[in-house]
């Protein structure tokens, strides 16, 4: 993106890029935020994964997206970053604010007249509140199935053959899945039409989405800014108008494989094969 104009934003909304896991796209993270220049950056949850979180697996490129953020603030962006269930430990420094980065557990913004709620979406998660544990058992799963996930994308380009995602479909084919975001969507709506809100936007079910929602007491729009390890998604808002941006490849120069990217993709499998060895008792 060198040397290429970048993209004046109002703001910016993305979620759930889990630096720190296997299955983050920390180098395309990177190619997006390079190529806009937003008024207000909001990183509604989920940006460190703190629960999965490894000695061994923190490659540059992860600190990279750190450094991006930070040189944004630097250059006058106004950053928020909404704490989520992966990174909650963060939410002991709420409200804490370093130079044009605050920390906070929900924002509003007024958006041309309209009020925006933006939090990031675990409070209406079960599963999360009332067995930590297991919650987090099962973010180590989908971690590992997101990197196989990644190596059979790997061999079908080798093919030339269309990548397949095994979470989506999974997450397809069970009904309760499928309900778990309906509902989680007609909560979150619900409750932004009952508090006068005209935009609730959130993260954390990994479901990129812009809809408009009403029920008996009125109507609101539902945005969700998806995620960094399947969709590749964030949220945009300029000039009055919201849009819903995936990563594409092909709108970014190609990307040339050096020999330091194959040893850290080496260096991740190690990780792998150590993190997934028990513990000896000491």
Avoid at 115 to 132: L, R
Avoid at 211 to 216: H, T
Avoid at 245 to 251: C, H, I, T
Wanted: glycine content about 6%; aromatic content about 12%; some cysteine.
């Amino acid at each position: 993106m060198q040397g290429q104009k970048k993209r004046k934003v109002d703001l910016v909304v993305i979620s759930d890029v889990h630096l720190g896991t296997f299955g983050c796209h920390a180098k395309e993270l990177l190619l997006y935020l390079d190529s806009v220049k937003p008024k207000k950056l909001i990183l509604n949850g989920d940006i460190v994964d703190i629960w999965q979180f490894r000695k061994r697996y923190f490659p540059k490129s992860h600190l990279e997206v750190i450094k991006k953020i930070i040189d944004l603030s630097a250059k006058g962006t106004e950053v928020t970053y909404i704490t989520g269930n992966h990174d909650d430990l963060l939410r002991k420094f709420t409200d804490v604010e370093m130079g044009r980065i605050s920390l906070v557990d929900k924002l509003v913004l007024e958006l041309d007249g309209k009020k925006a709620w933006f939090f990031h979406g675990d409070v209406f998660d079960a599963s999360i509140q009332n067995a930590k544990w297991l919650a987090k058992l099962g973010g180590w799963g989908y971690d590992f199935l997101i990197l196989f996930n990644r190596f059979i994308n790997w061999c079908l380009t080798k093919m030339n053959r269309e990548k397949y995602s095994l979470s989506k479909k999974i997450k397809n084919s069970v009904k309760k899945a499928v309900k778990h975001i309906q509902d989680f969507e007609t909560v979150a709506s619900d409750l932004a039409i009952e508090n006068n809100y005209k935009y609730v936007i959130c993260g954390h079910i990994h479901q990129p989405q812009i809809v408009r929602k009403v029920n008996k007491f009125g109507t609101c729009l539902y945005l969700n800014s998806g995620d960094w390890i399947e969709n590749l998604s964030s949220l945009e808002y300029h000039d009055g108008r919201w849009s819903l941006n995936y990563f594409k490849k092909e709108d970014y120069a190609p990307e040339v494989v050096t020999e330091k990217d194959v040893k850290d993709f080496q260096g991740m499998l190690a990780a792998i094969t150590i993190t997934s060895q028990p513990e000896k008792n000491k």
